[in-house]
C-alpha cells in the first residue's frame, strides 16, 4: 500500500524557474512531513519539514504549501539552480512512538543552465 | 559532527551467497534505522533499533535478512542466502532519542549507503 504518492517522478526545470513537487496521503494520522534531497552516492538529507497545523513553511528558496483537506502537500522551489539537481522525496510519520517515516517514490530533478 | 558511517560501499555477490553491511551512528543517537533503497523507489524500512532493541521489524523478511545492534551504538545487517530482487542500496540512518509529544521531531541523519548488487 503506497501510503504517500508522488508526482512526477521526473521533472526538468530551466535556470530561474520553479520547480514543484507534489504528494497526496491517506492515513490522516500522519502528522509530520518532511521532505529529503538525496544527491548521487549520498543518503537522504532533510530538506525541510512542515507540520498540518500550519498551511505554509518557507526556508530560503524553498517552500512548503500544506493543504489539510485535500491530504496533500507540496514543495516549491524557486529560481531553481543547476545545483538543485537532486532527486526529492516527500515523506510521512506520526507523532508518537518511534516515528517510522514513510517515503514517497521520489522525483528526480534536473535544473538546466 | 562526524556522520553516519557505513561500509563498505559497494558489494558485488552471486544469489545464494551471504552479505553483511556495517553501519556506525552519529554518537549519542539512540535511534538507528535501516532501509532499503531499491533503484526508482524511495526508502523502505526494514528495521528500527531504540537502543539495542528493535522497535519495528515489520518489512524485514525474516527468512533471509537478520539484524543486530550490539551494545546499542553500531549494527550489522545481514542477508542470507541473498536473492536477485535484493540489489539495492541499504541505507542506514539515526536520530537522537525521541522528544516528548508536541515538542517536535528529531531529525533522522543518513549514511551514504551500501549499494549492493546480486548477480
Known amino acids: 500500500q503506497q501510503q504517500v504518492k508522488q508526482s512526477p517522478q521526473s521533472l526538468i526545470v530551466q535556470k530561474g524557474g520553479i520547480s514543484i513537487i507534489n504528494c497526496a496521503y491517506e492515513?490522516?494520522?500522519?502528522?509530520?512531513f518532511p521532505w529529503y534531497q538525496q544527491f548521487p552516492g549520498k543518503g537522504p538529507a532533510l530538506l525541510i519539514a512542515?507540520?498540518?497545523?500550519?498551511s505554509e513553511k518557507k526556508e530560503g528558496r524553498f517552500t512548503i504549501s500544506f493543504n489539510k483537506s485535500a491530504k496533500q502537500f507540496s514543495l516549491h522551489i524557486m529560481d531553481s539552480q543547476p545545483g538543485d539537481s537532486a532527486t526529492y522525496f516527500c515523506?510521512?510519520?506520526?507523532?508518537?512512538?518511534?516515528?517510522?517515516?514513510?517515503f514517497g517514490i521520489g522525483t528526480k530533478l534536473q535544473v538546466i543552465p | 559532527e562526524a556522520g553516519v558511517a557505513q561500509s563498505p560501499r559497494y558489494k558485488i555477490i552471486e544469489k545464494r551467497q551471504s552479505v553483511a553491511f556495517w553501519c556506525n551512528p552519529i554518537?549519542?543517537?539512540?535511534?538507528l534505522y535501516w532501509y532499503q533503497q531499491i533503484l526508482g523507489q524511495g526508502p523502505k524500512l526494514l528495521i528500527q533499533?531504540?537502543?539495542?532493541?528493535?522497535?519495528?521489524d515489520s518489512q524485514l523478511p525474516k527468512d533471509r535478512f537478520s539484524a543486530e545492534r550490539l551494545k546499542g551504538v553500531d549494527s550489522t545487517l545481514k542477508i542470507q542466502p541473498a536473492k536477485l530482487e535484493d540489489s539495492a542500496v541499504y541505507l542506514c540512518?539515526?536520530?537522537?532519542?525521541?522528544?516528548?509529544?508536541?515538542?517536535?521531531?528529531?531529525?533522522?541523519?543518513f549514511g551514504p549507503g551500501t549499494r549492493l548488487l546480486v548477480l
Open positions: 515523506a510521512a510519520s506520526m507523532e508518537g512512538g518511534y516515528q517510522k517515516v514513510t
Open positions: 512542515i507540520r498540518p497545523d500550519v
Open positions: 533499533f531504540q537502543n539495542n532493541g528493535v522497535v519495528d
Open positions: 492515513n490522516t494520522a500522519f502528522d509530520y
Open positions: 554518537s549519542g543517537h539512540a535511534t
Open positions: 540512518a539515526s536520530s537522537s532519542p525521541p522528544l516528548p509529544l508536541g515538542q517536535g521531531k528529531e531529525t533522522q541523519y
